[in-house]
Nanobody
Framework: QVQLVESGGGLVQTGGSLRLSCTFT????????MGWHRQSPEMPREMVAL???????TYGDSAKGRFTISRDNAKNTLFLQMNSLTPEDTGVYFC??????????WGQGTQVSVSS
């Protein structure tokens, strides 16, 4: 059972930045896919950024050019650096992982609120 614990959410003004963290209870090398999704009352859950074991990275359209996903293998932690935030980025951000055996896991979510 892999546990994912997010942190780093909060309230920022438009144009501000936040850095989300997701700490895993086991090695990131055991993950096939890791990433971030977000959900708001107005929108269904959407993919923000994913990173793959083979090294590839993909971003959702709303994140391209503004968000950066990265990892620290030594700390078993995944990050999401978010810049130039707008109110449309408001939502609950969920850390996601799929293990090498194909099992999916989700974190509990962290709230990001961007004021206009």
């Amino acid at each position: 059972q892999v546990q994912l614990v997010e942190s780093g959410g909060g309230l920022v003004q438009t144009g501000g930045s936040l850095r989300l963290s997701c700490t895993f209870t086991e090695s990131l090398d055991n993950m096939l896919t890791m990433g971030w999704h977000r959900q708001s009352p107005e929108m269904p859950r959407e993919m923000v950024a994913l990173t793959f074991k083979h090294g590839g990275i993909t971003y959702g359209d709303s994140a391209k050019g503004r968000f950066t996903i990265s990892r620290d293998n030594a700390k078993n932690t995944l990050f999401l650096q978010m810049n130039s935030l707008t109110p449309e980025d408001t939502g609950v951000y969920f850390c996601y992982a799929q293990t090498l055996l194909g099992r999916p896991y989700w974190g509990q979510g962290t709230q990001v609120s961007v004021s206009s």
